[in-house]
């Protein structure tokens, strides 16, 4: 268990010293001794987070709970409070598919009677590929239905002119998530490999495979695989934008690779572009050289297993079980899968979370609120103007850099600024299965309508059910959800608390408009260092000190286990930059506050990173999460803010105010 500090302990510590202090009282007439330092100025984080602590003990079996995690739970349950509404008495057309989608997936004996049907047409449309010519039809129709085969295209940004989308052919059609997985010989990946093929055989029966046929169906599914894990990138490299950038006119790719008919393929997707981006011609090459080596009867059984394996947690118990059994567990080690109704939300989310988002705000997002927090976001993009202004440590070229994209930043908040077609096929109760496709065929069609010029900016990366606060690099643009827009994040109870949680966020993330990472692209979208080198070092000093506070840290409930604070530097620079200028824009905001306000601004801070976490996943995240634990992320940028120390009364070299020479100062 996670020994953090405990309330009840520092409680018990300040009355054995108010006991010793009465009974000793003579003594310490002769004898003075250093004045008690209060909870707040010891441990901030458990004197702020007390009642949650004592309220929110760890569950049994339980990795973590945490404040933020809680938020996350309600909107969930909001969520399915609106789809159960939506189902007894949708108000539109929207509800009324959203509640047919998610009483068809509730309804669990349909789905079982359901069984392989939902699938049926797919199968039989791969079913009847009877030459070469036949496959890459074929691989178009199922990437329409949201499945994609053979490879992954997808919209992306252009990164020569940021306004707009491009297609990206991108590595793909594998049911294993690293290629590795195909080509290392260790005990562990082989144990791997051959659960995998049992599964593979699994599904391959359940979407109608006679037995006789199983293992050579799956024998060639294997190699298929492996053929296009040969000249797939490595998992680094594919995770490098910069190298997976590769553009090339679609004229151009169609007479490279003439047997997959790209020119076809995208018409079919319904785009018009004339430009894609294609990183792996190697990769290419062989997928149109397979088009004609491979048997036909090998192509279709590749493709049923794709169809089953991507269908089958919408399916009937079989297919349902065999997935949780090879996905769940072996993959990601889960014990059981989720209740009935999370996973039907999860459906729900993949294929059609853009129509519960727009739902999803008309019912929860308050006008009031979403302009006040409209508000609050610009008045903390004037303060990161204004400390740009006063700076020392950025030189003058780079100052009128990060000036100009910070007036020009957008600031979206709740949903997109632009809306999608929600013109859907009606869906019904009738099938589970079948309305996932008529949804993944829908979200599919929007997604590529994002590829083409001034498209760029329709869509956000996250839907506004989902709590999240981000900067978008491509677009300059700070994107706050309305799902974000909840208690302990913006509580409008308690409104001088909005600047100390909901503004400290803002800050971290429009801190990275103009950081390291931000410097690369310019106030008009182009990819260009504006950083000189001498910004870039004051920028590496900054974040020295700042990992070496949390280096010096005890990680907590690991005794004797110190804080990696290499892993969790950028994340703590974004902390510390943000509580700053939150503090800088709530003392403008209100130059009249009192004691108490003052106060409440640090405890919002403090509050949003209350958790339990147990010793074994404590473990595990010291080793790779790039987030401080939550009672540093409390305390270790508090103890920099002279304004913190002037709240609670705080003297330097106390636990929670380091002197003036050891503080860090990145925007104040």
Same mark, same amino acid.
């Given at each position: 268990?996670?020994?953090?500090?405990?309330?009840?302990?520092?409680?018990?510590?300040?009355?054995?010293?108010?006991?010793?202090?009465?009974?000793?009282?003579?003594?310490?007439?002769?004898?003075?001794?250093?004045?008690?330092?209060?909870?707040?100025?010891?441990?901030?984080?458990?004197?702020?987070?007390?009642?949650?602590?004592?309220? $929110?003990?760890?569950?049994?079996?339980?990795?973590?709970?945490?404040?933020?995690?809680?938020?996350?739970?309600?909107?969930?349950?909001?969520?399915?409070?609106?789809?159960?509404?939506? #189902?007894?008495?949708?108000?539109?057309?929207?509800?009324?598919?959203?509640?047919?989608?998610?009483?068809?997936?509730?309804?669990?004996?349909?789905?079982?009677?359901?069984?392989?049907?939902?699938?049926?047409?797919?199968?039989?449309?791969?079913?009847?590929?009877?030459?070469?010519?036949?496959?890459?039809?074929?691989?178009?129709?199922?990437?329409?239905?949201?499945?994609?085969?053979?490879?992954?295209?997808?919209?992306?940004?252009?990164?020569?002119?940021?306004?707009?989308?491009?297609?990206?052919?991108?590595?793909?059609?594998?049911?294993?998530?690293?290629?590795?997985?195909?080509?290392? $010989?260790?005990?562990?990946?082989?144990?791997? #490999?051959?659960?995998?093929?049992?599964?593979?055989?699994?599904?391959?029966?359940?979407?109608?495979?006679?037995?006789?046929?199983?293992?050579?169906?799956?024998?060639?599914?294997?190699?298929?695989?492996?053929?296009?894990?040969?000249?797939?990138?490595?998992?680094?490299?594919?995770?490098?934008?910069?190298?997976?950038?590769?553009?090339?006119?679609?004229?151009?790719?169609?007479?490279?690779?003439?047997?997959?008919?790209?020119?076809?393929?995208?018409?079919?997707?319904?785009?018009?572009?004339?430009?894609?981006?294609?990183?792996?011609?190697?990769?290419?090459? =062989?997928?149109?050289?397979?088009?004609?080596?491979?048997?036909?009867?090998?192509?279709?059984?590749?493709?049923?297993?794709?169809?089953?394996?991507?269908?089958?947690?919408?399916?009937?118990?079989?297919?349902?079980?065999?997935?949780?059994?090879?996905?769940?567990?072996?993959?990601?080690?889960?014990?059981?899968?989720?209740?009935?109704?999370?996973?039907?939300?999860?459906?729900?989310?993949?294929?059609?979370?853009?129509?519960?988002?727009?739902?999803?705000?008309?019912?929860?997002?308050?006008?009031?609120?979403?302009?006040?927090?409209?508000?609050?976001?610009?008045?903390?993009?004037?303060?990161?103007?204004?400390?740009?202004?006063?700076?020392?440590?950025?030189?003058?070229?780079?100052?009128? =850099?990060?000036?100009?994209?910070?007036?020009?930043?957008?600031?979206?908040?709740?949903?997109?600024?632009?809306?999608?077609?929600?013109?859907?096929?009606?869906?019904?109760?009738?099938?589970?299965?079948?309305?996932?496709?008529?949804?993944?065929?829908?979200?599919?069609?929007? =997604?590529?309508?994002?590829?083409?010029?001034?498209?760029?900016?329709?869509?956000?990366?996250?839907?506004?059910?989902?709590?999240?606060?981000?900067?978008?690099?491509?677009? *300059?643009?700070?994107?706050?959800?309305?799902?974000?827009?909840?208690?302990?994040?913006?509580?409008?109870?308690?409104?001088?608390?909005?600047?100390?949680?909901?503004?400290?966020?803002?800050?971290?993330? @429009? $801190?990275?408009?103009?950081?390291?990472?931000?410097?690369?692209?310019?106030?008009?979208?182009? @990819?260009?260092?504006?950083?000189?080198?001498?910004?870039?070092?004051?920028?590496?000093?900054?974040?020295?000190?700042?990992?070496?506070?949390?280096?010096?840290?005890?990680?907590?409930?690991?005794?004797?286990?110190?804080?990696?604070?290499?892993?969790?530097?950028?994340?703590?620079?974004?902390?510390?930059?943000?509580?700053?200028?939150?503090?800088?824009?709530?003392?403008?905001?209100?130059?009249?506050? *009192?004691?108490?306000?003052?106060?409440?601004?640090?405890?919002?801070?403090?509050?949003?990173?209350?958790?339990?976490?147990?010793?074994?996943?404590?473990?595990?995240?010291?080793?790779?999460?790039?987030?401080?634990?939550?009672?540093?992320?409390?305390?270790?940028? @508090?103890? $920099?803010?002279?304004?913190?120390?002037?709240?609670?009364?705080?003297?330097?070299?106390?636990?929670?105010?380091?002197?003036?020479?050891?503080?860090?100062?990145?925007?104040?």
């Amino acid at each position: 268990m996670m020994s953090t500090p405990r309330p009840l302990v520092l409680a018990l510590g300040l009355g054995l010293l108010a006991l010793v202090s009465a009974a000793d009282a003579d003594a310490q007439k002769k004898k003075s001794k250093a004045p008690a330092v209060s909870a707040q100025c010891s441990d901030f984080y458990a004197q702020a987070n007390a009642g949650w602590l004592k309220a $929110n003990p760890l569950p049994a079996g339980a990795g973590a709970v945490s404040a933020l995690g809680q938020l996350s739970e309600l909107a969930l349950q909001q969520q399915r409070q609106l789809l159960d509404a939506a #189902m007894a008495s949708p108000q539109n057309d929207v509800q009324a598919r959203l509640g047919d989608f998610w009483a068809s997936g509730l309804d669990e004996a349909a789905v079982e009677a359901d069984g392989s049907r939902p699938i049926a047409t797919l199968l039989s449309r791969i079913d009847a590929i009877k030459k070469a010519k036949d496959v890459p039809a074929t691989i178009a129709a199922l990437h329409q239905v949201g499945i994609p085969v053979a490879f992954n295209f997808a919209p992306d940004v252009d990164l020569k002119a940021l306004d707009r989308h491009i297609g990206y052919f991108m590595q793909g059609g594998m049911g294993l998530p690293d290629p590795a997985f195909y080509t290392r $010989n260790d005990a562990d990946t082989q144990a791997v #490999m051959a659960r995998y093929r049992a599964y593979v055989g699994q599904i391959l029966a359940l979407t109608g495979t006679p037995k006789e046929r199983v293992d050579a169906d799956t024998a060639a599914v294997i190699a298929i695989e492996t053929a296009l894990a040969g000249k797939s990138q490595s998992l680094t490299d594919l995770n490098n934008p910069f190298g997976n950038y590769a553009p090339v006119s679609v004229a151009d790719a169609s007479k490279r690779y003439r047997n997959l008919q790209l020119g076809q393929f995208l018409a079919a997707q319904g785009v018009k572009d004339d430009l894609v981006s294609m990183s792996n011609p190697a990769l290419f090459a =062989e997928l149109d050289a397979m088009i004609g080596r491979i048997k036909p009867e090998q192509w279709r059984a590749y493709l049923r297993w794709r169809v089953g394996d991507a269908m089958a947690p919408y399916l009937s118990r079989g297919f349902r079980d065999a997935s949780f059994g090879f996905r769940g567990q072996v993959l990601e080690g889960r014990v059981a899968q989720a209740p009935r109704w999370q996973q039907v939300l999860d459906a729900v989310n993949t294929a059609a979370g853009p129509m519960l988002g727009r739902e999803y705000a008309a019912r929860y997002l308050d006008p009031d609120e979403r302009r006040q927090a409209g508000e609050i976001a610009d008045e903390v993009r004037q303060a990161l103007i204004a400390a740009v202004e006063r700076d020392g440590w950025l030189g003058a070229d780079a100052k009128a =850099e990060a000036r100009a994209k910070l007036k020009a930043l957008k600031i979206e908040v709740g949903t997109p600024r632009r809306d999608l077609d929600y013109t859907v096929q009606p869906m019904g109760r009738g099938s589970f299965g079948g309305n996932m496709l008529i949804a993944s065929t829908w979200r599919h069609r929007e =997604e590529m309508k994002r590829i083409g010029k001034g498209n760029a900016d329709r869509r956000w990366d996250v839907l506004p059910q989902q709590p999240a606060l981000a900067y978008d690099i491509a677009q *300059n643009r700070l994107i706050a959800t309305a799902a974000v827009l909840q208690p302990p994040v913006f509580d409008t109870a308690r409104k001088d608390t909005l600047y100390g949680a909901y503004g400290a966020l803002v800050g971290t993330q @429009l $801190n990275r408009a103009i950081d390291a990472r931000g410097s690369r692209v310019d106030a008009r979208g182009e @990819l260009r260092d504006w950083w000189s080198q001498a910004d870039r070092d004051a920028w590496t000093r900054l974040g020295d000190r700042v990992a070496a506070q949390y280096a010096s840290q005890e990680y907590p409930g690991l005794k004797g286990t110190r804080v990696d604070g290499t892993l969790v530097r950028d994340v703590a620079l974004a902390d510390q930059a943000g509580l700053e200028l939150a503090a800088d824009a709530y003392a403008r905001a209100n130059p009249q506050a *009192n004691q108490a306000s003052k106060q409440a601004f640090f405890e919002a801070w403090s509050r949003l990173w209350a958790q339990q976490v147990a010793q074994n996943a404590a473990t595990e995240r010291q080793k790779t999460d790039i987030h401080a634990p939550g009672p540093l992320r409390s305390n270790v940028p @508090l103890g $920099n803010l002279p304004a913190f120390a002037d709240a609670f009364g705080c003297k330097a070299g106390q636990p929670m105010q380091r002197t003036e020479a050891d503080q860090v100062r990145i925007w104040r």
